[in-house]
């Protein structure tokens, strides 16, 4: 069973918008990452988020953790057409020992 | 530096033939993942690796083996391919921070 489940399933905006997904997990967590996958390609890390942490930056995305509320998000500012693509949360817990759990995964679409 | 590298890319396969997928890490890091990717199912765990001669089951691993006797490198087998292992196969090595770093992808058809 998939640890983080992401929300939406799929996303569409304009070139210019911000675009922001959500990922929501069950057990208490090491961290939190999420993972970028262009079609047809190998996913690519995108952030970190440790539990003791809030919020993160990284460029043009922005990074929370509500560990009260088992949840995360993933903010895209000022999206471009080159942000298409799918989006990942990965869980790292005690409970899976050395093991990212993914979610199924939000398909974002930017259009110009 | 090519980070991790999976071959082959593309491979088609007829009900029970075997076949064997390489994976390559130029990083040093200790554990290596084999992943697999269906629509809608995000990625599922197949097996792993926390070190050279080490292995262990993830969350699909009925149907498939795996080796690592380099540390480099981590070979996933299919002794007697189905068609419900058509799938893409992602490997993954892990820094000890904790981020991934996947490979391309290995597009596995079985017929």
């Known amino acids: 069973s998939q640890q983080g489940e992401e929300d939406p399933q799929a996303l569409s905006i304009q070139e210019g918008e911000n675009a922001t997904m959500n990922c929501s997990y069950k057990?208490?967590?090491?961290?939190l990452q999420w993972y970028r996958q262009n079609s047809g390609r190998g996913l690519v890390h995108l952030i970190l988020?440790?539990?003791?942490?809030r919020e993160k930056h990284s460029g043009r995305l922005r990074v929370t953790l509500d560990t009260s509320k088992k949840s995360s998000s993933l903010l895209i500012t000022a999206s471009r057409a080159a942000d298409t693509a799918s989006y990942f949360c990965?869980?790292?817990?005690?409970?899976?020992?050395?093991?990212?759990?993914f979610g199924a995964g939000t398909i974002l679409r930017v259009k110009s | 530096n090519a980070g991790v590298t999976q071959t082959p890319k593309f491979r088609v396969l007829k009900t029970g033939q075997s076949m064997t997928l390489l994976c390559a890490q130029d990083?040093?890091?200790?554990?290596m993942y084999w992943y697999r990717q269906d629509p809608g199912m995000g990625l599922r765990l197949i097996h792993y690796?926390?070190?050279?001669?080490?292995?262990a089951k993830g969350e699909v691993p009925d149907g498939y083996n795996v080796s690592r006797l380099k540390k480099q490198n981590f070979l996933l087998g299919l002794e007697s391919a189905a068609p419900s292992q058509t799938s893409v196969y992602f490997c993954?090595?892990?820094?000890?921070?904790?981020?991934?770093?996947f490979g391309e992808g290995s597009r596995l058809t079985v017929l």
């Open positions: 993954a090595s892990r820094r000890i921070s904790g981020e991934l770093f």
């Open positions: 057990t208490s967590i090491n961290n």
């Open positions: 988020i440790r539990s003791n942490e």
């Open positions: 990965a869980t790292d817990a005690a409970e899976y020992g050395n093991k990212l759990v």
């Open positions: 990083m040093n890091h200790e554990y």
């Open positions: 690796s926390v070190g050279e001669g080490t292995t």
